[in-house]
């Protein structure tokens, strides 16, 4: 999930130097000749780059997987993808195949893809309404801890080194085996299996396990009035979402979102440590992150989106912030040469933005239900001088739905 994604972030810049020295040593082993500096950097820039390109992927088959395998099995499916990753990014150094290190870490950019779609998807979805925000900061703490835990494994002391380094990238395996054991005990979301499946039985069992037997019937209502509301629509495709007028402000709500988390800086600490800005700053950034916008959007998702629309809304997010990822990686090198030690102020400008569009336009989501929030987007999507017939049927429409 989220950890295995701050986590793959981080491993990879710590051996660096030692992959330079593998690739070199392959070449020269199997051509009998000096690997040329250019395409050196090219191999590296492949190896660097091509875990954006699987994320990419992942964020596109996520929202596909939650709906035909479940929330719960497309997690326990996606560890197999981290799995093998490991193995090939594990037996790169040994065989003497840099391309075995090339396929692994597009698999395990498909596997972080994947689970940060995901996992914030079903933690959406099985937390009760008092419970989302606590869920949300501990999807950011995941993440942020596997950013911390990559970049305390990677040190030469442990994995970082010249010996170890297959290791390090193939540790990566850990959390997927760890997932494995433990997630097989938990039920799967009572909204999927309510509202896709109509398995109402398995629903009141998965819901008496999250939230008890006394105090279940609180939450199994709130499902209920969702699932006719829905009145049996299927879950839409990604590209149906630009097209429908009802969900138009919170389409628009997770691209700004997705981009101002991307573009937030936190992506530039992680493809260039900044010589700039003191240990502590960073450490108090990557913090500050992790408690703000790391968990929230992707929780705010689910939030802003009812069942049928949740999956695709996914998708979108994600793909948008793989593209956002890739492309400050390139760029920021760039924007280092041209501002120096001013680089940061691009950020902030592009932060204090957002800020603003989340004061304007987001509302407080905290003790409202799906329906309730989507009700608040109304106005916004069909404007605020909405005919008062139209409001009064709009009105009656969602109280039919809910009773």
Known sequence: GTFQYGYNVSIINAPTQHIHNFLNETWTSRYHKKLNPDFLTFLWSVIASIFSLGGLCGALIGGSMAIWLGRKGALLMNNIIAILASILMGISLPTGMFELLIVGRFLIGINSGVGICVQPLYLGEVAPKHLRDGMAMGSSIFLTGGILTGQIIGLRELLGGETYWPLLLSSSCSPAFAQLVFLPRFPESPRYLLIDRGDELSCVKALKQFCGSLQYQMEMEDIQRE??????????????????????????????????????????????????????????????????????????????????????????????????????????????????????????????????FIFVVIPETKPKSFLEIKKEFHKLNFGRNTKEKETELFERRQLHDEF
């Open 227 to 356: 699932c006719f509301a829905l009145d049996g629509e299927k879950s839409k495709k990604p590209w149906q979402l630009f097209t429908d007028c009802g969900v138009r402000w919170q389409l628009i709500t997770v691209i700004v979102m997705t981009v101002g988390q991307q573009l937030s800086g936190i992506n530039a600490e992680l493809h260039s440590w900044v010589p700039y800005v003191s240990m502590t700053s960073i450490f108090a950034f990557i913090l500050s992150f992790g408690l703000g916008p790391s968990g929230i959007t992707n929780t705010l998702t689910a939030e802003l989106f009812i069942q049928s629309s949740r999956p695709a809304a996914y998708m979108i997010g994600g793909a948008i912030s793989w593209i956002s990822f890739f492309t400050i990686g390139m760029l920021f090198p760039f924007i280092v040469n041209g501002l120096k030690q001013y680089c940061f102020l691009v950020f902030l400008v592009e932060c204090a933005l957002v800020a603003a």
